[in-house]
Nanobody, 130 residues
C-alpha cells in the first residue's frame, strides 16, 4: 500500500514557473519509481516525467523536455516537478503515481499507458492562461 499526496498547483501566466510536490508514504518505497501524469478536460491522461528513487534515473515526455525538471529529496519519499516556460497546453490536473517496476513506469510515461501504474494521488490542478 502506497499513499500519494500532490500539492503546489495553481494559476500561472504563460512563460511562468510552478513547482509541484508529491509526498509518498504507507509502504516500503525502496526501489519505487514515482511519475507525473496530467489530464486536461476531454483529453486522455498523458505521461509527463518519472524518477527512480534508488538512483535518480529520470525520463521525460518529449513535450516537456528542456522545460520541466523532476527531482527527489534526500529521504527519497518526496518528488518534485519544477515546470518552467509554461504554455497554455500545459493546463490540466497533474497526478502523482507510483509503481515498483521501473521499466513499466518508463513504458507508461513515454507510451501513454497510464493505467499500468499501481498507485495514484488525487491530483492537483494547474491552469496556464493570460
Amino acid at each position: 500500500q502506497v499513499q500519494l499526496v500532490e500539492s503546489g498547483g495553481g494559476d500561472v501566466q504563460p512563460g511562468g514557473s510552478l513547482t509541484l510536490s508529491c509526498a509518498a508514504s504507507g509502504a516500503n518505497l525502496d526501489n519505487y519509481t514515482i511519475a507525473w501524469f496530467r489530464q486536461a478536460p476531454g483529453k486522455e491522461r498523458a505521461g509527463v516525467s518519472c524518477i527512480r528513487l534508488t538512483d535518480g534515473t529520470t525520463d521525460y515526455a518529449a513535450s516537456v523536455k528542456g522545460r520541466f525538471t523532476i527531482s527527489r529529496d534526500n529521504a527519497e519519499n518526496t518528488v518534485y516537478l519544477r515546470m518552467s516556460n509554461l504554455r497554455p497546453e500545459d493546463t490540466g490536473v497533474y497526478y502523482c503515481a507510483a509503481d515498483p517496476r521501473h521499466v513499466i513506469v518508463q513504458y507508461a510515461v513515454t507510451r501513454g499507458r497510464y493505467y499500468l501504474m499501481d498507485y495514484w494521488g488525487k491530483g492537483t490542478p494547474v491552469t496556464v492562461s493570460s
